[in-house]
Structures are given as C-alpha cells and as structure tokens.
C-alpha cells in the first residue's frame, strides 16, 4: 500500500495532525518541529502525545517526519548561526524521543562562500556534536536544488557528509523530487539511472523518505520553486512512476506542494492512490 501524506500544521498537536491526515486519506505526515523561521517550539503535551498513539494506531499511521526549522543552517560561518543551529538540533532532537523510532529532516545548509567542503565539514561536526547512542530518531539530509551556496546539491556531498558522521547508523537521506530535478538529475526521462548513481554514492539503504513535489523550473534550473503534481515540468506520470518504482515504493512519500487548503492535498492523494494501485 502506499504510503502518503502532506505537510501539516503543529499548532494544534500531534492528534489534531493525525486526525487531519486521515480526513485526506493520508497515513503520514510532516510537521515543522517549530516556526520554520526558528524561534521557541512549544511545549509537548504528554496527554497529546497519549491520544496521538491511539489515534495513529487506528488509522494505520506508522511513520510521522519531523522538518527542521529551514534557519537552521549548520555550515553558517557566523558563529551565532552555527550556536542555533547546535542548540535547535540538539533540542528538537530531545523533543522527538516523544514519539520514539521517527523521522527528522533537514536542509544541510549553506557554506556561504567559505566552500563545499568547508560546509560539509561543519554540518558533519554538528551532527557529531547532537547524535547520542540510544537515540531513536533517525536524521535525514535532504537532497536540494543547489541553488547559490547549498550544500546538497549533488548526492557526492551528502555522501561526504555522512562519511564524516561517528553515529551514521542514525542518519539517512530524505529525497526531494523537485530539489534532484533542479539540480539536474532527470527523474522524468531516466529515473533508473538516477537511482542507480544514488545507490552507488550513497546507497539506497539510506533513502527513508521521499518530498514528492513537481517543478516549476525546468531539469537543472537550480532555482527550487515547487509546484502542485502535474503543474510542473516533471509531470505527473514522472512523479506516479516515482511512488511505484520497486526501490522507493515501499518509502513514506510527504506532499509539499502549494495549495490554499488541505483539500488540493486530498486530490492530488487520490489521484497518486489511484495510480498506485
């Protein structure tokens, strides 16, 4: 079966997302760990966390993925950026061990100017600096578009990255359709031979999760604009091929496509469901 959700709201807790997450057919979901522009996470409700674990139980909701907030830039060269980014890790990361054994992902960050191999080095100490033995979280690099200074762009650099991680048993990679489409790996024309060079830097044994989202941008722009699935230049084949290719479809698939409400959410479900089986 496929498993498939979209990007919800916190503000009201855990139960409330997967009561959400239901009403659209979804037996997943992806929420921002706090205000994705950084600031204090609010509190966890134990209480919430309790009825959260029934709910998901009865509506078959296994997987949940965290997102970082995207200030969060672990390879900054300001050194007050780089304290946050320690200090939100290593919080959200404490946070997570509410719901044990999910998901938590985040853009490796930008080197600004200092290069790649500058950046990788500091994202890698970072997450050497907040990784414990006995966590349950598992950390996920998130491929990106490689648009100015990111790091990530390439699957070479988060191989890099992961190579330098003690602890790497406990970090993964979550692909992003429209960031690898962006950055020039054609998923519409030779999804094989994508996934093939994946395996082969990385290895598919690290890919826990997939963003499936469609580009406004054509292959290799290096912009990062997401579009609804099939609005976009991958299209919606392309992307349905992605949900049912033997090495991804038994992965958790996160929608992050833009809509005005949840409702574009449980279309575009059902459209994929559809096709999926």
């Known amino acids: 079966m496929l498993t498939i959700g979209c990007h919800l709201s916190s503000s009201k807790g855990y139960e409330a997302m997967a009561r959400a997450a239901a009403s659209i057919d979804a037996d997943t979901f992806q929420f921002f760990t706090r205000n994705p522009r950084g600031g204090k996470a609010k509190a966890i409700d134990p209480a919430d966390v309790a009825a959260f674990e029934r709910r998901a139980a009865e509506e078959?909701?296994?997987v949940i993925l965290a997102h970082a907030p995207y200030t969060l830039n672990p390879a900054a060269a300001d050194a007050r950026v780089q304290d946050f980014a320690r200090a939100t890790f290593a919080?959200?990361?404490?946070r997570m061990e509410a719901t044990p054994g999910q998901l938590y992902n985040f853009h490796p960050g930008s080197h600004v100017k200092q290069g790649a191999d500058v950046g990788i080095a500091?994202?890698?100490?970072?997450?050497?600096?907040?990784?414990?033995?006995?966590?349950?979280?598992?950390?996920?690099?998130e491929t990106m578009a490689g648009k100015g200074t990111e790091v990530g762009g390439r699957f070479e650099e988060l191989a890099a990255?992961?190579?330098?991680?003690?602890l790497d048993g406990?970090?993964?990679?979550?692909?992003?359709?429209c960031h690898v489409w962006d950055a020039g790996y054609d998923i519409a024309g030779d999804l094989d031979g994508v996934l093939e060079?994946?395996?082969?830097?990385?290895?598919?044994?690290?890919?826990?999760?997939?963003?499936?989202?469609?580009s406004l941008n054509p292959l290799g722009a290096r912009k990062d604009r997401h579009a609804a699935i099939g609005e976009g230049h991958i299209g919606f084949e392309a992307l349905s091929a992605v949900t049912r290719h033997e090495a991804l479809r038994s992965l958790p698939f996160f929608l992050e496509t833009p809509h005005d409400d949840i409702s574009?959410?449980?279309?575009?479900?059902?459209r994929l469901r559809a096709a999926w089986e």
């Open 60 to 62: 078959g909701i296994d």
């Open 91 to 94: 919080d959200d990361l404490a």
């Open 122 to 141: 500091k994202i890698a100490a970072v997450l050497n600096e907040v990784l414990a033995p006995g966590q349950t979280t598992t950390v996920l690099l």
């Open 161 to 166: 990255i992961i190579g330098q991680v003690e």
């Open 170 to 177: 406990q970090v993964g990679v979550c692909l992003d359709t």
């Open 197 to 214: 060079e994946f395996d082969r830097v990385i290895g598919l044994g690290r890919l826990r999760a997939v963003h499936l989202n469609d």
């Open 264 to 270: 574009g959410y449980a279309d575009e479900i059902a």
